[in-house]
């Protein structure tokens, strides 16, 4: 037998209290947030799920005329006269108490230092290609971890526009859509070479830095080659017991920028800056942004402060290279390795080429935005979940 709910007007709280007969307790609703919530076609639109009722017209002190629970729903009249219906079962999902735990916005991240050389969560590319879990799976331990790898990916450019086309789109940049990272004479850029790169983020030049990184590996060196990965949140975290060099590394912001011509003949000239460590308002950490390649020589601030800066910035990379915090690992053909890149910094040994033997890999970004609203899509279609 369906439980029998009744409501109570409670004035001093200005909420609909919903109860059981019995008198439980079920939530607390207030009266304005049953207005603006109204579910009605006036109020809601069925096909957008889009909101019409507008803030000029909603009244913070309303209060309801008539609110009773007939066959499990909450009907109200107001003064105007407008009729709003509430399923209990919805009020219920909607319990203030429940909102706002987005489980996908909120991921409890697990920092790693050479430990995870030997425990990368690894995930195949035909399961992420044709399996929702797979593919749910492998942007949670991104979010978790910051590195995954794909394994058996065709040989072949391409692969990582199926995986955009998973999560919905990649994010575009001044690179293109994908790029292709093997090395050429008079590269425009040290990716583009044959050269080492030391551990980095990408496109620390961009305000809008793209968030996830993929780099498949279509060709690989049979001489070096190999990247490195380091949690740069953990070697962040160590570094708040040094709070001077972390304050400055948190607050200093740092110059970095790029240019480049595109294969169209576009002149960029890429230029933001921003403290290495970058922390939102409760502490906790935004993103990393370290790049010597693109570092400027211009630094703004005072020339009495640049050598403590150029020490702080030198035990951070002293921190990144400590053998507790680095892996190395050299991809194969059809390895695809993902990472945060606001996160996980990663860097490249210098390789050979020769005639038989070249390195290629092609690279792409996805923005979180799109990935999480995969992850939410999927997780709603698995558990049967209605958008609120
Ligand atoms: C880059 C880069 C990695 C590699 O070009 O920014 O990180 O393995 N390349 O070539
Ligand atoms: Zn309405
Ligand atoms: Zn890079």
């Not at 948190?250 to 294969?263: E, M, N, Q, V, Y």
């Not at 194969?332 to 070249?358: A, C, K, M, Y």
Request: glycine share 6%; hydrophobic share 35%.
């Amino acid at each position: 037998m369906d439980t029998i709910f009744r409501v109570e007007l409670d004035l001093p709280s200005r909420s609909c209290l919903l109860k059981t007969n019995d008198g439980n307790l079920i939530g607390t609703y207030p009266y304005v947030w049953l207005r603006d919530n109204c579910r009605c076609d006036k109020c809601f639109h069925p096909s957008s799920l889009g909101r019409l009722v507008t803030m000029a017209n909603l009244d913070p002190d309303i209060i309801p005329d008539v609110a009773e629970v007939h066959a499990q729903t909450l009907n109200i009249r107001w003064p105007d006269d407008h009729r709003s219906q509430f399923p209990v079962s919805w009020l219920q999902e909607n319990q203030f108490s429940n909102m706002s735990k987005d489980p996908v916005s909120t991921p409890v991240r697990q920092f790693w230092g050479k430990e995870m050389q030997h425990k990368i969560p690894k995930f195949s590319f035909q399961d992420i290609l044709h399996n929702d879990k797979s593919l749910h799976d492998w942007i949670e331990a991104l979010q978790v971890h910051g590195l995954a790898l794909i394994i058996d990916a065709p040989h072949k450019e391409g692969a990582i526009l199926e995986i955009g086309k998973r999560i919905s789109i990649l994010k575009m940049t001044n690179f293109g859509n994908t790029f292709q990272l093997y090395s050429k004479p008079g590269a425009g850029n040290l990716g583009y070479t044959n050269t080492e790169l030391g551990l980095h983020t990408d496109m620390t030049y961009y305000a809008y830095t793209p968030n996830i990184q993929i780099l498949h590996c279509i060709k690989q060196s049979s001489n070096g080659g190999e990247n490195q990965f380091c949690d740069g949140y953990k070697v962040a975290e160590d570094l708040r017991h040094k709070p001077e060099v972390f304050r400055i590394l948190s607050t200093t912001p740092i110059d970095f920028r790029d240019w480049r011509t595109d294969s169209d003949g576009n002149m960029f000239h890429m230029k933001h800056r921003s403290p290495i460590i970058q922390l939102l308002p409760d502490g906790r950490f935004k993103a990393i942004s370290y790049c010597d390649s693109v570092r400027a020589p211009y630094i703004q601030i005072p020339v009495q402060d640049v050598y403590t800066i150029y020490q702080a910035l030198k035990m951070f990379n002293t921190e990144l290279y400590k053998e507790e915090n680095i892996i190395e690992i050299k991809l194969i053909e059809g390895d695809i390795v993902s990472f945060d890149n606001q996160r996980v910094l990663h860097g490249r040994s210098g390789f050979t080429v020769t005639e038989t033997s070249t390195r290629h890999l092609e690279g792409a970004y996805i923005d979180w935005d799109e990935a999480c609203s995969r992850m939410r899509v999927i997780r709603e279609q698995m558990f049967n979940q209605k958008p609120l």
